[in-house]
C-alpha cells in the first residue's frame, strides 16, 4: 500500500512509458504528444491564418483523449499518490540552483519560483515560461516531433532522422543550462 | 467505447509522467547537468523495450487488437529539420522544464502557471506553421 506513495524508479517508469507506446500502437496509433499541439490550433481556428493547419483536426479526436487522460492522470497521482513530493536531487544540484536563486530546490517538485502562484505577477517569471512554451512548441513542430514521438517513438523504431532530433534536443538543453541560465538567473 | 481506451491510456501516461518526476523541473535540470542518471535511466529504459517491442511487432507480423495490419512509415530523411528543430525544442525543454506530454499532466496536477507554457507552446507551434515555407527543411 506504502507503494503507491513512493516515487517511481527509473527502471519501472521507463518500461511503463514503453509499454505506453506499445498500447497506443496495438490500438492502431502511435506515440506522439506534440501532434496535439496541431491539433488544438486548427480547433482554435488557425486553418484560417496557414495550410499547415488545414487538416481534418477531428481525425485527431483520439489523441486529445489521451492528452485529456494526462492532465486526469496528473491530478490522480499528484492528489491520491503522493505525487507531489519533491524529487531526491543531489545537494550539489541543490546548492547551484540555490545559487541561481532557486530557494525552493530540494522542497518541492516544481521551482516555487517559476510555478508558484506568485509567478503570475512576476513579467520576468511570465516571459520566461512564455518563452520556454514557445520554443518548446516551434521546436517540436519544426523537428515533427517531441520526446514522445522521437526519443521514444522514432528510437525505439530505429530512425536516424529522430537520432538526429534527440541530439538537437540535447544540443539545445545544454546551451540553456550552462550558456543561458548564468545570464537569466 | 474507444474512447475510454485512449482516456484510460491517457490517464496511465499521466500518472507515470508525474510519479516518476519526468514532469518535474528539477529532474530536467539536473539531466542537463548530467549530475543523475535518473532521466537517462528511464529514456533507455523506455527506448530499450520500445526497440524490442517494436521488432517483435515487425517480425511476427503482429496485427492491432481489431486485426488490423501495424504500418511503420519512415521519417524523410534530412538533418537540417530535426538538427535546428531539436535545438530548438532543447532549449525550451530546459527552460519550461517540461514537454509536451508533462505539460497537460503539470495542469492536472494544479500547477496553474503550466498555462502559461501551454499557450506559449500553441503560439510557438502556430509560429512554426506561418513561418514553414520560408524554413530549412
Same mark, same amino acid.
Given at each position: 500500500m506504502d507503494l503507491i506513495n513512493q516515487p517511481l524508479p527509473w527502471y519501472v517508469a521507463g518500461p511503463l512509458i514503453a509499454i505506453t507506446m506499445l498500447l497506443l500502437i496495438l490500438v492502431g496509433k502511435n506515440f506522439g504528444m506534440s501532434s496535439n499541439l496541431r491539433t488544438i490550433c486548427t480547433a482554435l481556428g488557425a486553418n484560417k491564418t496557414c495550410d499547415f493547419f488545414c487538416f481534418d483536426w477531428k481525425g485527431q479526436r483520439w489523441n486529445l483523449l489521451v492528452v485529456f487522460g494526462a492532465i486526469i492522470g496528473g491530478g490522480i497521482a499528484f492528489n491520491y499518490m503522493s505525487g507531489g513530493n519533491a524529487p531526491?536531487?543531489?545537494?550539489?544540484?541543490?546548492?547551484? %540552483?540555490?545559487? %541561481?536563486? $532557486?530557494?525552493s530546490a530540494g522542497n518541492s517538485y516544481l521551482p516555487v519560483e517559476l510555478f508558484g502562484k506568485g509567478v503570475f505577477s512576476s513579467v520576468k517569471g511570465i $516571459?520566461? %515560461? %512564455?518563452?520556454?512554451?514557445?520554443?518548446?512548441g516551434f521546436g517540436a513542430r519544426y523537428a515533427g516531433g517531441c520526446t514522445s514521438g522521437h526519443a521514444i517513438s522514432g528510437l525505439s523504431n530505429l530512425q536516424l532522422p529522430s537520432l538526429i532530433a534527440v541530439i538537437g534536443f540535447f544540443i539545445g538543453g545544454l546551451a540553456m543550462v550552462h550558456l543561458i541560465f548564468p545570464l537569466i538567473f | 467505447m474507444k474512447s475510454i481506451v485512449y482516456l484510460?491510456?491517457?490517464?496511465?501516461?499521466?500518472?507515470?509522467?508525474?510519479? &516518476?518526476?519526468?514532469? &518535474?523541473?528539477?529532474r530536467i =535540470?539536473?539531466?542537463?547537468?548530467?549530475? &543523475?542518471?535518473?532521466m537517462y535511466g528511464i529514456i533507455g529504459s523506455a527506448l530499450a523495450l520500445g526497440v524490442v517491442f517494436i521488432q517483435l511487432i515487425k517480425r511476427f507480423k503482429i496485427k492491432t487488437f481489431?486485426?488490423?495490419?501495424?504500418?511503420?512509415?519512415?521519417?524523410?530523411?534530412?538533418? =537540417?529539420?530535426?538538427?535546428?528543430?531539436?535545438v530548438v525544442f532543447g532549449l525550451g525543454w530546459a527552460?519550461?522544464?517540461?514537454?509536451?506530454?508533462?505539460?497537460?499532466?503539470?495542469?492536472?496536477?494544479?500547477?496553474?502557471?503550466?498555462?502559461?507554457?501551454?499557450v506559449g507552446a500553441l503560439l510557438g507551434t502556430w509560429i512554426y506553421g506561418l513561418l514553414k515555407d520560408k524554413l530549412p527543411h
Open positions: 531526491e536531487i543531489s545537494q550539489e544540484i541543490i546548492n547551484e %540552483l540555490k545559487t %541561481l536563486g $532557486f530557494e $516571459f520566461i %515560461l %512564455l518563452i520556454g512554451g514557445i520554443l518548446v | 484510460v491510456i491517457g490517464i496511465f501516461f499521466g500518472m507515470v509522467m508525474l510519479k &516518476s518526476e519526468a514532469a &518535474s523541473w528539477f =535540470y539536473e539531466m542537463f547537468q548530467f549530475k &543523475s542518471f535518473h481489431n486485426g488490423e495490419q501495424i504500418h511503420f512509415s519512415d521519417k524523410n530523411k534530412s538533418i =537540417y529539420r530535426y538538427l535546428f528543430g531539436g527552460l519550461a522544464g517540461a514537454c509536451p506530454g508533462p505539460m497537460f499532466t503539470l495542469l492536472g496536477a494544479g500547477f496553474l502557471p503550466i498555462i502559461i507554457v501551454i
